[in-house]
């Protein structure tokens, strides 16, 4: 395809995102005068089977001020909502329209290696990347996102993510809400700092480095503190952790329940209702939250409570968290305007999905992954950006492009053991979907890691019954990794084939 023509065809579609996302004036988080809740645009692929996106530079106006330079998929900031059908293939054409090289990785996909996205999959500049992704999984939320190494952080904190829904065309039988941003909601949380002039602040020190880089605002779909409306009705929120390093503890300020329908990789047996979720960066879960009362509600998250262990790390970040606890107390995320019409679906369903069938017992090999913070002792030199190198890797060697650290054989189920010393740590696996056994240090799982996954919070140690159903060779293979992006650049990350 033809360069002009292609940039000319996609930025025509994207210029109604833009609309979605930027034309809205930006205020402070205690301002009555909120942003409404921008709604990223919907890219319905089920029927052409064909995704045009151009990976692009952008200024975006977060708040009163300067504009920031950002990066986005067909857009300023962030990336469109793609829908496609289970059972479809699709034809991604990306563009890499950035001065730099790009990576983009399809996390929650099950798909083979050579088209996963992995930082072995570079996109040089003026490149055209065309793979062919086939759409064989339950109905599921995913999310695609810069996986450049070593510049992964950087990228996705700009603004390089998107959000990818698989649909299976029964959630009217499921009785789920299902209309895209009527009573159907995809909220991308990140947090972010800027500095005196408005501007977006990624300026890394020793601590960011070390903990991962956290702000102290949190935006929902680029705003912040934004106002939704709804009907008065059953409401489905799609949430997506899709910040550097926050962990965040998400409650409803009238204590209202959530019920969870879905995590990563699929849906659960029937709703299961919660007043407050854990949601790691990297992590998805989608929610039924009931607003036929007509009262306005505001979503907020508690402080990110990811201390460190023993010793000099534990000190600094436990002093961290706690300086965070006293300043943010509870932080909002947003706030819920139910309209006055009905809407949908009016009432909740008792069932969703088939039972989960139990983990197996039977695996083809157990493997061991530890993940560590300071290779070598103390390189506060490499924590800091000098010469001293990578200072994280998961079992004693940080990550090396050239080095296959496992390989897997195809269709079997394998037992991995997670272990983390001084931080808990999201670990992702590309190209696969796993059950929790145990959590927490060996006990029975928390809510959130019910059904299937592909990250998972490791609190001390995690156990994992890891299904390899996808392709993945030596020259293009699976990556796991800490999805703190800091860590995952510093060296946390190994590769996996699977034959």
């Known amino acids: 395809m033809d360069r002009r023509r292609f940039l000319k065809g996609s930025l025509a579609s994207a210029a109604s995102a833009t609309l979605c996302m930027g034309a809205t004036t930006w205020a402070r988080a205690d301002s009555a005068n909120r942003p409404s809740l921008p709604l990223p645009n919907l890219i319905d692929v089920s029927k052409s089977g064909r995704l045009d996106l151009v990976a692009q530079r952008g200024n975006h106006r977060f708040l009163p001020g300067a504009s920031s330079a950002t990066l986005g998929y067909n857009q300023d900031f962030l990336g469109p909502v793609v829908r496609a059908r289970r059972g479809q293939e699709v034809a991604v054409g990306l563009l890499n329209d950035?001065?730099?090289?790009?990576?983009?990785?399809?996390?929650?996909?099950?798909?083979?290696?050579?088209?996963?996205?992995?930082?072995?999959?570079?996109?040089?500049?003026?490149?055209?990347?065309?793979?062919?992704?086939?759409?064989?999984?339950?109905?599921?939320?995913?999310?695609?996102?810069?996986?450049?190494?070593?510049?992964?952080?950087?990228?996705?904190?700009?603004?390089?993510?998107?959000?990818?829904?698989?649909?299976?065309?029964?959630?009217?039988?499921?009785?789920?809400?299902?209309?895209?941003?009527?009573?159907?909601?995809?909220?991308?949380?990140?947090?972010?700092?800027?500095?005196?002039?408005?501007?977006?602040?990624?300026?890394?020190?020793?601590?960011?480095?070390?903990?991962?880089?956290?702000?102290?605002?949190i935006l929902v779909n680029g705003a912040e503190n934004p106002r939704a409306r709804m009907p008065r009705s059953i409401v489905r929120l799609r949430l997506l952790n899709g910040s550097n390093a926050r962990i965040y503890h998400l409650r409803f300020d009238d204590d209202r329940p959530m019920h969870v329908i879905a995590s990563d990789s699929g849906y659960w047996p029937k709703p299961t209702a919660a007043n407050e979720l854990r949601l790691a960066p990297g992590e998805r879960i989608e929610v039924l939250v009931d607003f036929r009362d007509g009262h306005d509600a505001r979503l907020v998250t508690g402080p990110d409570r990811n201390q460190g262990g023993p010793g000099m790390m534990?000190?600094?970040?436990?002093?961290?968290?706690?300086?965070?606890?006293?300043?943010?107390?509870?932080?909002?995320?947003?706030?819920?305007?139910?309209?006055?019409?009905?809407?949908?679906?009016?009432?909740?369903?008792?069932?969703?999905?088939?039972?989960?069938?139990a983990p197996t017992t039977r695996f083809a090999q157990r493997r061991h992954f530890r993940l560590d913070m300071m290779l070598g002792g103390m390189p506060m030199m490499g924590m800091m950006g000098g010469s001293g190198g990578p200072t994280m890797g998961i079992n004693g060697r940080p990550f090396d492009m050239q080095r296959i650290n496992e390989q897997v054989s195809l269709g079997t189920t394998e037992h991995w053991t997670v272990e983390s010393d001084m931080l808990m740590h999201p670990f992702h696996i590309h190209g696969v979907r796993f059950r929790v056994l145990a959590d927490e240090n060996g006990r029975s799982t928390r809510l959130e890691n019910q059904g299937y996954k592909d990250t998972v919070l490791v609190n001390g140690r995690a156990e994992l019954a890891v299904e390899f159903t996808q392709p993945a060779s030596h020259e293009k293979p699976f990556m796991y990794h800490c999805h703190i992006l800091e860590h995952e650049d510093g060296g946390m990350m190994g590769h996996f084939s699977v034959s």
């Open 314 to 357: 534990g000190m600094m970040s436990g002093l961290r968290s706690f300086t965070s606890s006293l300043l943010e107390g509870d932080m909002p995320v947003l706030s819920f305007h139910p309209a006055g019409k009905k809407g949908a679906v009016d009432q909740l369903p008792e069932t969703i999905d088939d039972e989960l069938p």
């Open 98 to 217: 950035l001065p730099e090289p790009l990576a983009t990785h399809w996390h929650g996909l099950l798909v083979p290696g050579n088209v996963d996205g992995g930082p072995h999959q570079p996109i040089h500049p003026g490149a055209l990347w065309k793979p062919v992704l086939p759409i064989d999984q339950p109905p599921s939320t995913a999310w695609f996102h810069a996986h450049t190494y070593p510049h992964t952080a950087r990228q996705v904190y700009a603004g390089l993510a998107g959000v990818f829904q698989i649909d299976d065309g029964r959630d009217d039988e499921r009785g789920l809400p299902h209309d895209h941003g009527d009573d159907d909601f995809t909220l991308i949380i990140q947090d972010r700092r800027f500095d005196s002039l408005g501007r977006l602040d990624y300026r890394l020190g020793m601590m960011d480095r070390m903990h991962g880089f956290q702000g102290d605002r």
